[in-house]
């Protein structure tokens, strides 16, 4: 497999240094992207970088995932209008620790002669004081060439702090200690960094006359302008703990035909002829979704599971679906735990139940799903309130115990996507 032909099909390249093709062509080398742990997860964002490493390592190349144990400390300018809060050195340890579990995921660690290497900057950075840094690092880049930087540029009118205004220097040292150390010849990152980088370059290529390669990814973008990765809930964590796989699974489904397409490019590895076939096969019947199904399905293995895609799917049936009460009766433990985790829940006591309790007092009273007995009066005649996925028609109904199921749970339906979950304890 070619790999900058890859990049191209699949509108992941964006910038690269000359004969950086024929160089990979020619030789099997390592390349890097480094990630600074500013958070406990990695995002989606994080994880078009990290393709760009499944894929240099499936083409036959050595993939380095570089945790900015020490970049992570300073706060990286690019793309920021103002100062980044600094991290404790406890709270980045923390980080690195969380980056290095979910790397580990995605890249072959343990196999063949291009296994993959985790590295931290931290440790080569960590001995090193102010003097040596200043006269082995410094001396060899001018104030001009940092000030000619996009992301110093856009900082002059609000200020930029000597701490961000030379992370691009601890950025360069990164790929000159690398290309020293581990015969890494290849950066990669997203479009932004191409600022960084070239410094690298050009520590290089001053201190040891050497030469290297650079390659840059676009920034993915939302064809409707808003930003990437976002969801209603905020960014779109790899961490299950912090974005479910059902969440993160319905941020795919979700997607506009135009970026489903382009994202079934960029976080698949379908190759170009099945997902042309995709694509064609899509627009035949728009209203279906294919793309979506396919990207969803794709995505949310890749970084989750296959029976992760299951429950999603299955959650997709029951919430937005023609699923019946037998679909929820098919429920174990954890797929209740696992579908309904955002979804508005109460606790009621299993004794109110025994003698049956009224569906409109349960409804306004005893839970808040209604604020009061004639908004849920009014609903139930319109025919707008459902009980586990059958339909209320009499305001007089009680709920008893025979309408737990599973023995403890009642799921309540407010017009079509309001839902509630009744647990009894």
Not at 147 to 163: H, L, P, W
Not at 181 to 194: E, F, L
């Amino acid at each position: 497999m070619n790999f900058i032909e890859e990049l191209k099909w699949r509108g992941q390249l964006h910038q690269c240094t000359p004969d950086v093709e024929k160089y990979l062509t020619d030789n099997k080398t390592s390349g890097y992207c480094g990630f600074d742990p500013t958070a406990s997860s990695m995002t989606i964002g994080n994880f078009v970088p990290i393709m760009l490493l499944m894929r240099f390592q499936r083409c036959g190349h050595k993939p380095i995932a570089l945790v900015g144990g020490a970049t992570g400390l300073i706060g990286d300018p690019s793309g920021k209008s103002t100062e980044r809060t600094l991290l404790s050195i406890e709270k980045l340890e923390e980080n690195v620790a969380s980056f290095k579990k979910q790397l580990s995921k995605y890249l072959d660690f343990e196999t063949g002669s291009n296994k993959a290497e985790l590295v931290n900057n931290y440790d080569w950075f960590k001995d090193m004081d102010v003097f040596t840094f200043l006269r082995d690092i410094g001396k060899h880049i001018t104030v001009n060439y940092m000030m000619a930087k996009d992301s110093v540029q856009s900082r002059m009118e609000n200020g930029i702090s000597f701490t961000e205004f030379s992370y691009q220097l601890i950025q360069g040292y990164d790929y000159y200690w690398l290309w020293k150390n581990k015969n890494c010849r290849v950066q990669m990152a997203g479009s932004d960094q191409w600022g960084n980088m070239t410094t690298g370059l050009e520590l290089i290529r001053r201190m040891e006359g050497g030469d290297a390669h650079l390659i840059t990814a676009p920034l993915v973008t939302k064809a409707d302008g808003t930003k990437f990765g976002k969801t209603e809930s905020g960014a779109l964590w790899l961490d299950r703990k912090l974005t479910t796989p059902y969440q993160f699974y319905q941020f795919w489904i979700n997607a506009s035909d135009e970026d489903a397409a382009k994202y079934l490019k960029i976080f698949s590895f379908l190759d170009e002829a099945t997902i042309n076939d995709i694509i064609v096969e899509h627009y035949k019947a728009a209203h279906l979704r294919l793309l979506q199904n396919e990207l969803a399905k794709e995505v949310t293995t890749l970084v989750h599971s296959k029976e992760d895609v299951s429950i999603a799917q299955k959650t997709s049936a029951i919430l937005f679906g023609n699923a019946d009460a037998d679909a929820l009766k098919s429920l174990n433990e954890n797929e209740w735990q696992e579908i309904f985790i955002g979804v508005p829940q109460f606790e009621i006591l299993k004794q109110i139940l025994i003698d049956g309790i009224n569906v409109v007092n349960l409804l306004s009273e005893t839970t808040s799903i209604f604020p009061s007995k004639g908004e849920a009066k009014k609903m139930i005649d319109a025919s707008g309130v459902s009980l586990n996925k059958e339909k209320i028609s009499n305001t007089q109904q009680s709920i008893t115990n025979d309408n737990l199921i599973g023995g403890k749970y009642l799921l309540f339906q407010k017009g079509k996507k309001n839902y509630f979950l009744i647990k009894v304890v």
